[in-house]
DNA sequence: GTCCATGTTCTTTA
DNA sequence: CTAAAGAACATGGA
């Protein structure tokens, strides 16, 4: 579930609920969700207090009082919840951090995709990762997909190209944007680009507002489920009408994972010109 | 039983 | 050698 607008959601209903707390219990009831692998977390979580609560990419990033920082990553079904420590301990549960009588922070992740990642005090939190869309230039996007032949879809996919997007968001932007899945990342032309880093903002933006969205298993720091899969144009809506032009959503596999679109409205450049050609319309400036 | 799933990383192929 | 495609990871729901 987790995109950027689902892990922003659970940064912000969790910071206020954990900064300032002194984690008085560790209960690890999974020591293999823990990465690096020889990490002692309990060790270095016991007695500190959490300073800061942040996103980058994906990542929730926990400041320690001490200095210290991981993060956690949900993965596909990774929840990250402050709950009563008299509420029952759902199964999948991996990492219990006790602040005292009233609350305890949960984390859960029954496929285990995601994980917790201590990282010390000085290495990068944003190793691996691209920039953060919401601050991204069209000119920095240009550079990125420039360096690639590979799709668009597939590069917008990759966290090190922009961190944040996933499966859903991708999908949305891209349609957005009119810009055909498949259409190379080198090959767009400098409107298509200025006009994909804008859809990507926009749609971030309104999943944001909308608190992320909830298809299955994501939820914030509360508990409480997103509504923005509401707000999903083409993304599992294979067959519907396109909002826009009323053609059927078509689904293609790429990169193993499911792709939504409009054909009318996400038409490959070179394919509008040759349609054009066909039905004998003059071609554009 | 089958297929599918909001992600990342390791392996294989070109 | 590098870039890109594919497989693998683990669990549950339709």
Redesign the pocket.
């Known amino acids: ?3 950027l607008p ?1 892990v922003q959601t659970v940064v912000t209903t969790l910071r206020p609920l954990i900064v300032g707390r002194v984690i008085a219990g560790v209960n690890l009831l999974r020591t ?1 969700i823990v990465r690096p692998g020889g990490v002692d977390l309990p060790s270095r979580l016991l007695g500190r207090r959490i300073r800061a609560v942040d996103r980058r ?3 929730i990033l926990i400041t320690l009082d001490d200095r210290g920082r991981f993060y956690v ?5 990774g929840q990250l919840t402050v709950e009563s420590p008299e509420a029952a301990v759902r ?2 549960t991996h990492l219990v951090l006790e602040f005292g009588e009233s609350a305890c922070l949960r984390f859960r992740d ?5 994980g917790v990642f201590w990282i010390g005090a000085d290495s990068d939190a944003a190793t ?1 990762l691209g920039p953060e869309p919401l601050d991204l230039k069209p000119s920095d996007l240009a550079t990125r997909l420039a ?5 668009v879809k ?2 917008l ?3 090190r190209v922009v ?8 999908d949305e932007a891209l349609f957005e944007a009119r810009v055909h899945p498949l259409a190379l ?2 090959e767009l032309t400098p409107e298509e680009v200025r006009r994909l880093n804008s859809a990507i903002k926009k749609v971030l933006r309104r999943a944001i507002r909308h608190r ?7 939820m914030d720091a509360e508990g409480a489920a997103g509504e923005a ?1 509401k707000l999903h144009r083409v ?2 809506s294979e067959g519907k009408p396109c909002r826009s032009c009323g053609s059927p959503v078509q ?1 293609i ?6 792709t939504h679109f409009c054909p009318s409205c996400q038409m490959r450049a070179r394919v509008r010109r040759a349609k054009r050609r066909l039905s004998g319309r003059a071609p554009g400036p």
């Open positions: 579930m987790p995109e689902e293999d990419g994906k990542r990553h949900l993965g596909m079904t199964p999948h029954p496929r285990r995709f995601g691996g360096k690639t032949r590979r799709a597939n590069a996919l990759d966290q961190a944040g997007l996933g499966n859903i968001y991708v990342a080198c992320g969205s909830t298809l299955r298993d994501y899969q993304y599992g689904r596999v790429l990169g193993g994972r499911s």
